[in-house]
């Protein structure tokens, strides 16, 4: 049977999604943007990638992230949302934006790796193939690279930016001093760095407690978290046990031995202060990031439409009172 047509939801900015700045930038960005790491890839079921999707773009999500390796096998999630431009969204392109980055280990040899501008730039005329793109929204640098001088990664996404590649650019992971100099270097070429993307969750604030949100911030740029569920730690999904095609089943960059018995516990008190707010702990464990103005989105994974439809009614939760955020704390804390 021929699938009709894509028409996406007339409403979907009437009050579905809250938008916010990304720094000192003209760009609003959906507060949830929706990750391609897992579940997008050559193993995943495509009718499921593409049910998630129009779900995304009809509840108002404008922001789609990628990188070169997402799939599992790398580039295949890429080549997944080619295929959905191709299918539903090239009327559409205006509406979004589109993020992918290089840095990890894309293809063999010395040139499919780290921080080199002969890798970051034929990385992304890889991913502007696959995409089926002219260009993204924003390129990131995925990671700090210790062995290449950073003028070298920051002129190359500068050239990135004046070859019309890429709208902007911004940097995932580097250390606080490295991504400092990048803000300054990256101003004083008039490309700003559009923003920072790093891990920030309930269970992990190294990024708040080190003061790269804070720095983002002093330097007018966003800061866009990742992993905001702690890879689903932070939902319901391993409070009775790791369930059939779970993320930590699969042994996808979580394994069993991460549930300690510390964890769960953790992880139980959390979901019991969620149900006294009468929400979900996947619900919770989004507005906690939301909670701070200078987070400019959180990146969510889902393995289906349920899962986004959970994690949407975010935007309904409820701010967090003192209290609230204390036992938080102290949940987090104990041993
Ligand atoms: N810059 C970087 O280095 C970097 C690193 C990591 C991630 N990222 C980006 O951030 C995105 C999100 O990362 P992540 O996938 O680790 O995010 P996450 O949102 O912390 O975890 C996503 C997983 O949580 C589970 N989940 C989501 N909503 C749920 C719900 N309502 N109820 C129960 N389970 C739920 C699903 O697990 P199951 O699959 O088991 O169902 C889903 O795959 C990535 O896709 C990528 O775009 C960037």
């Known amino acids: 049977m021929i699938d009709p047509i894509y028409s996406p939801n007339p409403d979907r900015y009437d009050g579905l999604m809250q938008f916010r700045r990304s ?7 959906s507060a949830l943007s929706l990750g391609f790491w897992h ?8 009718a499921n990638c593409k049910a998630m999707m129009h779900y995304a773009f009809d509840h108002g999500i404008t922001c789609y992230d990628l990188a070169n390796n997402y799939g599992p096998t790398y ?3 890429e080549e997944t949302f080619g295929r959905m431009m191709d299918l539903s969204f090239r009327p559409y392109r205006d509406e979004m934006f589109i993020t992918t980055k290089a840095g990890y280990d894309m293809w063999p040899g010395p040139y499919g790796n780290w921080g080199s501008r002969k890798y970051l730039v034929s990385s992304l005329d890889q991913s502007l193939k696959r995409m089926h793109l002219d260009y993204v929204d924003l390129f990131y640098s995925h990671r700090y690279d210790p062995n290449t001088p950073l003028e070298e990664t920051l002129q190359a996404l500068v050239d990135i930016v004046r070859q019309g590649k890429a709208l902007y650019v911004g940097i995932s992971r580097w250390p606080l001093e490295a991504a400092e100099f990048a803000y300054r270097y990256l101003r004083e070429r008039d490309v700003p760095c559009l923003c920072y993307q790093g891990k920030y969750n309930i269970l992990y604030q190294d990024d708040d407690t080190g003061g790269i949100l804070a720095s983002a911030t ?5 800061y ?7 890879q689903g730690l932070l939902t319901d999904r391993y409070l009775n046990g790791i369930p059939q095609g779970s993320r930590m089943s699969r042994r996808e ?10 964890l769960l516990k953790q992880i139980r008190d959390l979901a019991e202060l969620a149900a006294q707010r009468g929400e979900s702990l ?3 464990a989004l507005a906690w990031c939301l909670r701070r103005p200078e987070v400019t989105s959180v990146i969510v994974g889902a393995s289906s439409v349920a899962q986004l439809e959970d994690d949407l009614r975010v935007l309904d939760s409820q701010s ?7 036992i938080i704390e102290d949940i987090i804390h104990q041993k």
Not at 39 to 45: K, V
Not at 218 to 222: K, S
Not at 224 to 230: E, H, K, N
């Open 218 to 222: 002093d330097a007018g740029v966003g």
């Open 39 to 46: 579940n997008f890839g050559s193993i995943s079921n495509f």
């Open 253 to 262: 960059a979580l394994t069993p031995d991460d549930l300690t018995p510390t």
């Open 320 to 326: 967090f009172s003192a209290e609230q955020l204390d």
């Open 224 to 230: 866009v978290a990742f992993s905001p569920l702690q």
């Open 75 to 77: 580039g295949t999630a």
């Open 23 to 29: 720094g000192r930038s003209g760009i609003l960005m």
């Open 282 to 284: 996947a619900d919770m």
